[in-house]
């Protein structure tokens, strides 16, 4: 399944494959692509918040606006109260589209990666939803086939980490993850190094 978004002038794909998602990112600074493995994919989604960088762009602005006003004063320019409205509008304008531009996207959380940004409800938030669903399900399905059962051939750590982790997608129940860890542990008995009291 694949989802397209387009803002302003980047082009997202994300489409899902036989074992993660891959993301391709298209704009005029150039073109991006990754694969997210189903492993690495929680089903927390995070608001963007804004960051230093964004309180810096206005307090730019803000520091532009002042000192274009001081410098209209001292060359005596006429019809002050025009410009001073126009420059208003576009501080007021740069701050809004700072905000707006954050509150557009939606961030779904990932271990040991970026988290995947996603465009709120675009190209529709019925499209948007279908895709979302469908990730959760094939992310599901793979998991469950591949992890749902002691492998020798894994480590135990991984493992361990891994049954902790279906839990917590809900993938498991707390039943069926102590089954597992019990599983786990008969398996790799013996295979501990344990320390002495000396």
């Known amino acids: ?58 307090i730019v602005l803000g520091v532009l606006v002042i000192f274009s006003f001081l410098v209209l004063k001292m060359y005596n320019i006429d019809d002050l109260g025009k410009i001073y409205r126009w420059i208003l509008i576009f501080l007021v304008g740069g701050i809004f589209g700072i905000y707006n531009f954050k509150m557009a996207s939606t961030v779904l959380r990932c271990i040991d990666f970026e988290g995947i940004e996603f465009y709120k409800n675009e190209p ?18 793979y998991l469950e086939e591949r992890f749902e059962k ?4 894994l480590n135990y750590e991984y493992q361990y980490g891994m049954f902790y982790h ?3 997608l809900e993938i498991i129940d707390s039943e069926k993850l102590d089954k597992l860890i019990s599983e786990l542990d008969k398996a790799f008995e013996g295979e501990f190094i344990t320390f002495s009291k000396n």
Not at 2 to 16: A, D, M, N, S
Not at 124 to 141: A, G, P, T, V
Not at 150 to 153: D, E, G, R, S
């Open 124 to 141: 529709s938030k019925k499209e948007m939803d279908l895709f979302i669903k469908e990730l959760f399900k094939r992310r599901n399905l």
């Open 150 to 153: 002691v492998n020798p051939n």
């Open 1 to 58: 399944m694949k989802l397209v978004q387009k803002h302003r002038g980047e082009r997202r794909t994300f489409l899902i494959q036989a074992n993660g998602l891959k993301i391709s990112e298209d704009s005029s600074f150039g073109t991006s692509r990754r694969t997210i493995p189903f492993e690495n994919i929680t089903n927390e989604f995070v608001s963007l918040k804004f960051n230093p960088i964004h309180y810096l762009v206005i």
């Open 166 to 168: 279906l839990h917590s």
